[in-house]
């Protein structure tokens, strides 16, 4: 049932890597990029000194590029904060830059074995319908799965329902092949999907195409290793100039870019 998981028994920086790369993102793209890059930054501080530029190199096609952004500064913190070392605990976890309650969660439970429960959109499912049998708050879930939480073992624990998740309990589940068929509340008791609106469920995502996360990669992918005049990104990228001019804003204020009049260069 367990998914074999190359981030599994990784050192916690690869852990830590591993979740951030998960986020809204699945399993099977994560595979193809988490090795790559724990490879040419296998520890904080190799990623603490390395250029934007080089970093959403290797990250480019994953999506959602400011989780690279945020992931540097992360390492950054780690390497100034705590003498290079992942903190251990949620809270201390919880103040790096983008890391929420889900990634601080799950890097302390499957780094550091830690006692939390770890609920992303596919726990959140299950809690819902094999445990609840009905929509439940995020108060009533959080207080759901941690009195599930076993005294030993809890990151297999954890995982065990990540898997059931993604594997079985799906948007679209699978009940007939799924291993908690026979004590699955919901399927006791039959009725709508109680998934539906409970807490850490998270709804079908925009359509990439047409969106502004595609202007954003277009605009990211096509900028030079120098500086890169707007007239040029406007005939590589194909978008309007008002639409180059919004996304390139953005992409400042966040921290990718820099830009001196009509020329944009990479963040330091
Ligand atoms: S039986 Fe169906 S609804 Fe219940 S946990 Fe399995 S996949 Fe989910």
Redesign the pocket.
Known sequence: MARDLPWAGASPWGVLVSEVMLQQTPVSRVRRYWGPFTTRFPAPVDLAGASVAEVLGLWRGLGYPRRALRLIESARAIVEIHDGEVPRTPEDLLRLPGVGIYTASAVASFAFGRSVPVIDTNVG??LA??LAGRSLSARDARALAERLLPERGVAPFNQSLLD?GAQ??RPH???ES?P??RV?A??GVGGDDPARGSAYVSRAQAPYAGSERERRGLVLRHLGPGATALSALESRTGLTRGDLERVVDSLVTEGFCGRAGEKVTWAS
């Open positions: 499912r299950v319908r094999a059931l079985w309990c589940p699978l009940c799924c908690v068929r699955c919901w399927r």
